[in-house]
């Protein structure tokens, strides 16, 4: 190999060299925001990050301090807690039907329509680009985590000292979600309301509903991981009269005295076995003491068939109960 060649080679195998380190820095880079040091929320944006939930105003900047839109708003509290479509009877709906100022070509068009086809609070005339206050997202946040469940509270009250900024619709999300632990109020029990929400508090605080919903639903898309997809039933059988046998079906592990339980059908087989499928009722109206509850409803069958009961394929599930709200 003569100098030149020498030469000519060292050269390329130094800028391919190079080429790989700056491949290696700015790939380890990319996994983290570089604008978080010292932010309360560190932690929280980086796991919405990894979970594909948000994304920077550049590929390595958040800016945690800065207003967030409502355009950003919508979108983060739509993925974070995966709120899914529900199209109308009347065919395919656009954003634009649902708000005068939403381009449906926008990238968070189809974020508002899904937010307010789940019943998310925002006015028709809301502007993408305005900045959302802190009172206002409690409110989409509160309306957010609705359309995902009927989800028990503790009837805690909190003394908000700056309440008195706050609509009665806006204080009853935030009592709701200060219950659930979401959100925590500040020095002296402020909240400050009408101040803009920042991009790191708003993550903060999705990161937390959505864990929250993990925890009562097992998963964040609603299904449910428990086996069966049902709460397992307790059968008794005892002689009501003549030829008849009364039937209790008892379901436990439910979140609160307010869930109730029907019998849905009973299916006879030759082997004069019978089985029992049930369902589990919403509550009604109202709140309820989160205390570990017990539903039973009761079926007759003819003597000498031996029962099972089963939950009805695709009925409701309840979420499962929260355990540490009780240490309120």
Request: glycine share 8%; proline share 6%; with cysteine.
């Amino acid at each position: 190999m003569n100098r030149q060649t020498f030469r000519h080679n060292a050269k390329k195998m130094t800028i391919a060299c190079g080429i790989l380190a700056a491949s290696v820095w700015f790939g380890a880079s990319a996994f983290a925001f570089t604008d978080l040091k010292g932010d309360p929320a560190e932690a929280k944006i980086n796991a919405l990050r990894e979970a594909g939930v948000i994304n920077g105003v550049s590929s390595q900047l958040f800016a945690p301090k800065s207003k967030m839109s409502y355009s950003q708003a919508v979108q983060l509290i739509v993925s974070g807690l995966a709120l899914e479509p529900h199209p109308s009877a009347g065919g395919p709906a656009k954003a634009s039907d649902y708000f005068a100022k939403v381009e449906d070509k926008s990238w968070y068009a189809s974020s508002f329509l899904i937010a307010a086809q789940n019943g998310l609070p925002l006015d028709q005339s809301v502007n993408p680009n305005a900045a959302v206050s802190r009172a206002s997202f409690v409110q989409l946040l509160d309306g957010a985590l609705k359309a995902k469940g009927d989800f028990p509270v503790t009837k805690m009250y909190f003394n908000i000292t700056d309440g008195g900024k706050l609509s009665a619709e806006a204080n009853n999300s935030l009592q709701t979600l200060l219950n659930m632990r979401i959100i925590s109020l500040e020095n002296e029990g402020k909240f400050r309301p009408n101040e803009a929400v920042t991009r790191s508090e708003a993550a903060a605080w999705v990161h937390d509903a959505r864990a929250f919903v993990q925890r009562m639903l097992g998963t964040i898309d609603g299904g449910d991981d428990s086996a069966s997809a049902g709460q397992p039933a307790e059968v008794k059988v005892e002689k009501a009269a003549d030829g008849v046998n009364k039937v209790a079906v008892t379901v436990g592990n439910l979140p609160n005295p307010g869930y109730g339980l029907r019998i849905a059908r009973i299916d006879f087989a030759a082997d004069r076995k019978a089985v029992i499928y049930y369902e589990i009722t919403k509550p009604g109206p109202g709140m309820y003491a989160q205390v570990i509850s017990k539903a039973t409803a009761i079926a007759y069958l003819p003597e000498g068939y031996t029962a099972s009961a089963q939950p009805l394929p695709g009925s409701y599930t309840p979420p499962k109960p929260d355990l540490t709200a009780t240490q309120f």
